[in-house]
Structures are given as structure tokens and as C-alpha cells.
């Protein structure tokens, strides 16, 4: 019988490392590991704000890499992970969450800005995992993907992400499973209404809008950055370790009302 890690959140002399992680729930995933005692490599477009957040997730006095890449460019998503490994090892924990959004029917947007979300969330998710394999501590290796209510539920003005999304969760379960073999566990996140994000200030820009997304979630709350990441530090540790290929709802319950249409947010704007 397999016997639980004693502290399955003790992540002293782990190497985790976050795409996109400069800011929202991904940052607040770094920071949570961090907090735990693993060594944190974050990865995003700006070196500026990769500046900003290496300063927050230093703060719990671990090491701390920065690495200034897009997740659309295959050779630089390779050569940061390259470098995160060369400078704290092989990676213990990825998680991949570089996203892009905006509000719009599909006939109000160009071939190019579907394109664009497509590129960054599914394009970026592949690139990053596919770059990460050579890199990882194998067995043992867990890879977390963040995903979005909208893999799963149809929602209007929402064509780029449904369409992207609902391709993470498929490469997380196809992965799941070509990479079982190596010890590499892959799974995902999909968050759902997490209240201070850039996410929910897009979906919901006014409090006309705040208040219909409030009153879509059964737990009647908006989600914290910590519940998220709580889930994140179950999915990197021994306690989840016979489980791979899932695509777990962080989202109060708001999931299981089904799709939803944004249009009234729309024509409010």
C-alpha cells in the first residue's frame, strides 16, 4: 500500500514553474508554492512585470527566476524552460496558464483576434508542455494546465475561449495519458468566477454585470486567488498522486448552470 507523504505541502527543494505567471491566479499559484518552500521559476511577455512579481513571490525567501518569453514562440518558451532548469534543476511542478480574452460575437471579430486567443491558450499551453518534457523530474512530475468554465459550457461572445479552452482539456487528457508512462501526471484547473482578476473585470465591467455573475455561482461568493491555488498545491502534491487526466471545476458551482450569454454585459459597455 502506498503510504502519504507525511507533508504533502512541503515543497523545500522543488522546482515549480508557472507560464503566465507575472500576474491574477497564476502569480498567486507561484506565491503559494513559494510559500511551501519550492523554488519558483515564472515566465511572461514582460520583463517589467516579471520584475514586480519575482519581488512578491521573493518575498518568502526562496529562489526566484525570472524568464522574459511569449508562450506563442516555440524556441524562446523552450529556451526559458532550459534556463529554469539549468539554474534550479529539473521541474517538479508546471503550470501553465498564459491566457488571453476580450468580449465579442463572432461576427465582431476578426480573423486575426480569434486567432490571437487560440495562439496564446492553446498554442502556448501545447508549446509550454511539449518544450517542458526534456526538463522534467520524472517520475513524479505534475503538470497543471489552467483552464475556464468555457471548455465546457457554451458561451456567447465567447467563441475564442470555448474553442481554445475546450482544446487544453483535451490536450490535458491526451497527454494524461501518452505521458503516464514517463511518471508524469497532467492535469487541470478550470476557475470559475475568481473575484479580483482581470478575467472578471473583462466578463463583468460594471456592477450590473458583477451582480448577474454573483448570482450565477450556488455558493453565492465570488472565488479568492487562494482557492485556486489551494487546488493547485493538492494537484503538485503526493496526495494527488493517482490522479492525472482530470479537468477540476474551482468555481463555487457556477459550472453546473450550464452555458451563459454575455450579451446584456455587452450592450451595457
Not at 247 to 260: A, F, H, Y
Request: aromatic share 4%.
Amino acid at each position: 500500500m502506498h503510504t502519504p507523504d507525511p507533508a504533502p505541502f512541503d515543497f523545500t527543494g522543488r522546482h515549480v514553474f508557472v507560464a503566465g505567471g507575472s500576474s491574477g491566479i497564476n502569480l498567486a499559484i507561484a506565491r503559494a508554492y513559494a510559500a511551501h518552500g519550492a523554488d519558483v521559476s515564472l515566465l511572461s511577455r514582460s520583463p517589467d512585470k516579471l520584475a514586480v512579481a519575482a519581488g512578491q513571490v521573493r518575498v518568502h525567501g526562496h529562489r526566484v527566476g525570472s524568464h522574459a518569453a511569449d508562450v506563442r514562440d516555440y524556441a524562446a518558451t523552450e529556451a526559458a524552460l532550459a534556463a529554469a532548469a539549468q539554474a534550479f534543476g529539473p521541474i517538479d511542478v508546471l503550470v501553465s496558464g498564459a491566457a488571453g480574452n476580450f468580449i465579442a460575437p463572432a461576427l465582431g471579430m476578426s480573423s486575426n483576434g480569434f486567432r490571437t486567443v487560440v495562439d496564446i491558450d492553446l498554442v502556448g499551453t501545447f508549446n509550454v508542455l511539449r518544450a517542458s518534457h526534456a526538463h522534467l523530474r520524472r517520475p513524479g512530475a505534475s503538470l497543471i494546465n489552467i483552464s475556464a468554465p468555457q471548455a465546457r459550457n457554451p458561451t456567447a461572445l465567447q467563441a475564442h475561449a470555448c474553442a481554445a479552452k475546450a482544446g487544453v482539456d483535451m490536450l490535458t487528457r491526451v497527454l494524461a495519458m501518452e505521458w503516464a508512462a514517463d511518471g508524469i501526471r497532467v492535469n487541470g484547473i478550470a476557475p470559475g468566477p475568481i473575484g479580483d482578476t482581470e478575467g472578471v473585470r473583462r466578463l463583468a465591467p460594471d456592477e450590473g454585470a458583477r451582480a448577474r455573475m454573483l448570482a450565477s455561482i450556488p455558493l453565492a461568493r465570488f472565488g479568492e486567488l487562494a482557492d485556486v491555488a489551494n487546488m493547485a498545491l493538492v494537484l503538485g502534491s503526493a496526495l494527488a498522486g493517482f490522479v492525472t487526466g482530470a479537468i477540476i471545476p474551482v468555481d463555487g458551482g457556477s459550472s453546473l448552470q450550464g452555458g451563459r450569454d454575455l450579451s446584456p454585459t455587452l450592450s451595457e459597455a
